[in-house]
Every structure is written in C-alpha cells, then in structure tokens.
T-cell receptor
C-alpha cells in the first residue's frame, strides 16, 4: 500500500538551513505537500509541488522533488526559532486530490 | 476569511457513547474532509464531503459517519466509542479541485 516516511527529528542551529526529507511509495501521486504543525494547533499548508515539477521556491522555502527516487525535501533557509514545529509530508493518491497519505512528521528543533 | 473552525476543542467521553464533532469550513470552500490524528502520528483520512455527498472514504468502520450541510459546514459522528478513538480530529476544507487544504485546530477527543 501507499506509505510516506520521514525522520522523526531534526536539530539545527538558528541561522542555518534545515533540510527535511521524505520518501513516498505511490508513483501515481499528483501533488506532494508540506504542512507545519505547531503545538496545540492545526496543520498549516506551507507549500506543495505538482508531480511534474523538480523544484519550487517560495521565499525561505525550497522544495525539491526526485520522482525517480520518490524523494521529496523541504529546505528552510535561515532557520529561526519560530520555525520550531512538526513538519509533515503528504501525497495525494488520486486525481481528485482528496485523500492525502501522510508521514509521521519530523520535529524540527532549533538550537540557539 | 474566518478560516476553518471546529467545536468543541476538547471532549471526554466514555467507551460505548456517541459523539458529534462540528466544523465550519472556510468561506467559499465547498469540500470538507475529516482526519484522525493519533498522538505522535500523521493524520489518517476518514472521509470527504462535496455538495452534501460523501465522495471518498478511508479505512474507517461504518460507526464513523458524517454530514455536510448546504452552507458547507459539516459534522463527524462516531458511535460506540472505543478507547482507540482517542485522538485529535481535524477538519479541512478546500475549493473543489484546488490543491491543499485549510485545516481547523481540531477537536481533542479522549475516550475513557
């Protein structure tokens, strides 16, 4: 079945770049997403990438997609304390885009 | 835009009881999805509603049911509650066919 995997934790120094990685199994994915979840809050859509793209940049965020290896990454430039959160990777598995398959989330820890 | 609002924010129920969770979707969003997020895990898709009809369902038993109303608000009903139903229940809305969802902050359900 479909599966999305992420590392559980990532620790970076404030000001450095953070790179959060994700692998997925469904080659028919249409969109891949990155969401952010802060403590006690819902999920905030950060960015998404269509499966025929390799890269998407949005201010401090860069998404890279390697479709051959089914690997997705999110790079956060100049990481700040406000970036502390859990980051979820998700893929849509059909053309309707309604069912998302999620990873377990990567907790980003910022060291001063 | 008022975003997606969910009620109540927290709820404690006894095993075997029934519960109704409510969601008001973001203005202009006619598609509503419900997700269950257990502690330390990614969300699991329960079902989606579009134009008051269920148009997609995840791997959840029939005791999980829902409704969507003409104003696009939605309810999630869970009968015969089990201890494993304890989780954060997230409602998400989007315009039909547009990638990405707007999530509410969720309802934390505890079954004792």
């Amino acid at each position: 079945g479909e599966d999305v995997e992420q590392s559980l934790f990532l620790s970076v120094r404030e000001g450095d770049s953070s790179v959060i990685n994700c692998t997925y199994t469904d080659s028919s994915s249409t969109y891949l997403y990155w969401y952010k979840q802060e403590p006690g809050a819902g999920l905030q859509l950060l960015t998404y990438i269509f499966s025929n793209m390799d890269m998407k940049q949005d201010q401090r965020l860069t998404v890279l997609l390697n479709k051959k290896d089914k690997h997705l990454s999110l790079r956060i430039a100049d990481t700040q304390t406000g970036d502390s959160a859990i980051y979820f990777c998700a893929e849509s598995i059909d053309d309707s885009n309604y069912q998302l398959i999620w990873g377990a989330g990567t907790k980003l820890i910022i060291k001063p | 835009e008022t975003g997606v609002t969910q009620s109540p924010t927290h709820l404690i129920k006894t095993r075997g009881q029934q519960v109704t969770l409510r969601c008001s979707s973001q203005s202009g969003h006619n598609t509503v999805s419900w997700y269950q997020q257990a502690l330390g895990q990614g969300p699991q898709f329960i079902f989606q509603y579009y134009r008051e009809e269920e148009n997609g369902r995840g791997n959840f038993p029939p005791r999980f049911s829902g409704l969507q109303f003409p104003n696009y608000s939605s309810e999630l009903n869970v009968n015969a509650l089990e201890l494993d139903d304890s989780a954060l229940y997230l409602c998400a809305s989007s315009p039909q066919g547009v990638p990405g969802y707007t999530f509410g902050s969720g309802t934390r359900l505890t079954v004792v």
